[in-house]
């Protein structure tokens, strides 16, 4: 089974517009991390957001907040008014465990293939 | 400035030619990953280092060796390269009490 799952290969959103990207996660572990990264065309990946499964508070960071569902264990990123520097692909992934399991390894999701339309 | 650097950025290779990639971290971190990304696979752990002289094995790790001789350095080995490893491959670098994963820039590997 998949423990990452992003269901929207593809999104169109206008400029300015709020989008979410949907991200739902597997794990019987009581202690893990979330995270959404960007990678654009060039290539690097950029982190844009940590959630940890304690946290009570959805992580926000600038324009981007997390929405944390622990009970329906899913992870969507908003994105608020977009801008054309937006587009991108945007990975899911899931550090499963404590800090230091497995070197912090993560899981990541397909991703989902944003546009941001002028 | 903190980062990750890869060498090299792009390679083009035939089956069977031992090659190394480089990866050096200049944070002082303790831990240290290699990643590969394929199309709708994200990207999948291949081998990961926890400290010097202590690395161990990922989700994919056929066909890659690594070593940690030195705390910044982590290079991936891959001594007979073969068409399925054509990918791009992260190296990422983690602090011990830190939750965000710094990543290098990407090497895209094509092997033919």
């Known amino acids: 089974a998949q423990k990452i799952t992003q269901t929207q290969p593809g999104m169109f959103v206008q400029e300015k517009e709020a989008v979410t990207l949907d991200c739902t996660y597997d794990?019987?572990?009581?202690?893990?991390?979330l995270f959404w990264y960007k990678q654009p065309s060039s290539g690097e990946m950029i982190f844009l957001i940590y959630?940890?499964?304690?946290?009570?508070q959805n992580a926000t960071e600038g324009r981007y907040s997390l929405n944390f569902q622990k009970a329906r264990k899913s992870a969507n990123l908003v994105i608020s008014a977009s801008q054309l520097g937006d587009s991108a692909m945007y990975f899911c992934?899931?550090?499963?465990?404590?800090?230091?399991?497995?070197?912090?390894?993560?899981?990541f999701g397909q991703g989902t293939e944003l546009s941001v339309k002028p | 400035e903190a980062q990750v650097t890869q060498n090299p950025r792009y390679l083009i290779t035939v089956t069977g030619k031992k090659l190394t990639v480089t990866c050096s971290q200049n944070?002082?971190?303790?831990?240290m990953s290699w990643y590969r990304q394929d199309p709708g696979l994200g990207l999948r752990q291949i081998y990961y280092?926890?400290?010097?002289?202590?690395?161990d094995k990922g989700d994919v790790p056929e066909g890659y060796k690594v070593s940690r001789k030195e705390k910044r350095n982590f290079p991936l080995i891959l001594e007979s390269p073969s068409p399925n490893q054509t990918s791009l491959y992260f190296c990422?670098?983690?602090?011990?009490?830190?939750?965000?994963?710094?990543f290098g820039p990407g090497t895209r590997l094509t092997v033919l």
């Open positions: 990422a670098s983690k602090g011990l009490r830190y939750n965000e994963q710094f």
């Open positions: 959630q940890g499964s304690y946290d009570e």
């Open positions: 794990t019987s572990d009581q202690s893990y991390g």
């Open positions: 280092s926890m400290n010097v002289e202590v690395t």
């Open positions: 944070m002082n971190h303790e831990y």
């Open positions: 992934a899931m550090r499963e465990g404590l800090i230091y399991n497995q070197g912090g390894k993560l899981i």
